[in-house]
């Protein structure tokens, strides 16, 4: 018996000579779930790997689009600080913007405007109310005007007057006295004639109720002499 045979066995199963059988092993269940796992993740990597790939070429991956909007935010970023800049600039500016227009305003000359001894107005009633005419012109004179014809109006505007009065002039006539006579009542209108004189016809039409007060006609002419600056426009 040789010294390989297992004592207490014999026949056939006796081994003799000098070599021993190989005993093959069994391939474990655990070692074929790892080659399949593995093979799962290989293929899960190699197709992620050709994704990012694929972005990288188009022009979408992570960086570049970080890389975008950054540049946004950079070319952004000037305007803000031009907006910031300007605004500082134009609170410091202000005061000289503000300080500029008084300087112009004092610097301009006042309008220079007919006196109302200057003016003669002849006055008109084109309305049913008696007496109208001479009231006013009496009011006129108290207030400096030089009083000329008083009474009932022409045919051609006797009745035919609806708003508050109509101011009938030569067009060579100085405007500033249109101006002037146009502060002792509100809302009437200019025409001109053939006339060659220089004097007024005031024609009293039906809207007509009285003058106004002195207190406003003489702030009316003080605004005409003096007249506010215009308000510069807000972006």
């Known amino acids: 018996m040789s010294m390989l045979t297992p004592p207490g066995m014999g026949g056939k199963y006796r081994v003799t000579g000098a070599?021993?059988?190989?005993?093959?092993?069994?391939?474990?269940?655990?070692?074929?779930?790892?080659?399949?796992?593995?093979?799962v993740l290989a293929l899960a990597l190699i197709g992620y790997g050709a994704?990012?790939?694929?972005?990288?070429?188009?022009?979408?991956?992570?960086?570049?689009?970080?890389?975008?909007?950054?540049?946004?935010?950079?070319?952004?970023?000037?305007?803000?600080?031009?907006?910031?800049?300007?605004?500082k600039a134009?609170?410091?500016?202000?005061?000289?913007a503000a300080a500029a227009p008084s300087a112009s305003a004092a610097a301009k000359p006042a309008v220079v405007l007919p006196r109302p001894a200057d003016i003669t107005?002849?006055?008109?009633?084109?309305?049913?109310?008696?007496?109208?005419?001479?009231?006013?012109?009496?009011?006129?004179?108290k207030r400096g005007f030089v009083i000329g014809n008083v009474g009932n109006a022409p045919a051609d505007f006797d009745k035919k007057v609806p708003g508050t009065g109509i101011l009938v002039g030569s067009p060579a006539t100085d405007k500033g006295a249109f101006s002037v006579l146009g502060t002792?009542?509100?809302?009437?209108?200019?025409?001109?004639?053939?006339?060659?004189?220089?004097?007024?016809?005031?024609?009293?039409g039906d809207a007509f109720k009285e003058l106004s007060t002195k207190e406003e006609a003489d702030k009316a002419m003080a605004l005409l002499a003096n007249p506010a600056p215009a308000t510069a426009k807000k972006c």
């Open 19 to 39: 070599a021993y059988p190989r005993m093959s092993r069994k391939r474990s269940r655990r070692r074929i779930v790892f080659a399949v796992l593995g093979s």
């Open 51 to 87: 994704l990012q790939l694929i972005d990288v070429f188009q022009g979408n991956s992570p960086k570049r689009n970080t890389a975008a909007g950054a540049e946004d935010c950079a070319s952004a970023a000037p305007g803000k600080a031009g907006a910031k800049t300007g605004a």
């Open 90 to 96: 134009g609170a410091k500016g202000a005061p000289e």
């Open 121 to 141: 107005v002849n006055v008109y009633n084109a309305t049913p109310r008696a007496g109208l005419a001479k009231a006013v012109g009496d009011e006129l004179k």
């Open 184 to 204: 002792q009542l509100v809302g009437t209108t200019q025409q001109n004639d053939t006339r060659e004189t220089a004097d007024i016809d005031l024609i009293l």
